[in-house]
């Protein structure tokens, strides 16, 4: 059974940095990793995806220049490196495995598996 957990999240002032986890379990074949965040009052949106197998990366015009994404395949955990934090990023962090590479998207749709999600809040 997959399984993905995520730790890292808290309270941050604005312009600081948090690096989320996801730790994935239970999948040995490629698949790609999706962040997404949920702001109350919002829908979810995609922020950045990495594939295993060759690395490719994607990041959504909200976060791009300010969060990294990466993996370690030794502890099959993926990183999100969030940098100058705004107010505007505060919202429930959750990463997601897509197990199709083939077709790689931040479609909610398209990722079957989802971890518990993990709070950022970013204070001004």
């Known amino acids: 059974e997959v399984q993905l957990v995520e730790s890292g999240g808290g309270l941050v002032q604005a312009g600081g940095s948090l690096r989320l986890s996801c730790a994935v379990s239970?999948?040995?074949?490629?698949?790609?990793i999706g962040w997404f965040r949920q702001a109350p009052g919002l829908g979810r949106e995609g922020i950045a995806l990495?594939?295993?197998?060759?690395?490719?990366?994607y990041y959504a015009d909200s976060v791009k220049g300010r969060f990294t994404v990466s993996a370690d395949s030794a502890v099959n955990t993926v990183y999100l490196q969030m940098n100058s934090l705004k107010p505007e990023d505060t919202a429930v962090y959750f990463c997601?495995?897509?197990?199709?590479?083939?077709?790689?998207?931040?479609?909610?749709?398209?990722?079957?598996?989802w971890g518990q999600g993990t709070q950022v809040t970013v204070s001004p």
């Open positions: 990495i594939v295993r197998g060759d690395s490719s990366k």
């Open positions: 239970g999948s040995t074949d490629d698949y790609a």
């Open positions: 997601a495995l897509d197990p199709d590479t083939v077709v790689i998207s931040l479609k909610e749709y398209e990722y079957e598996y």
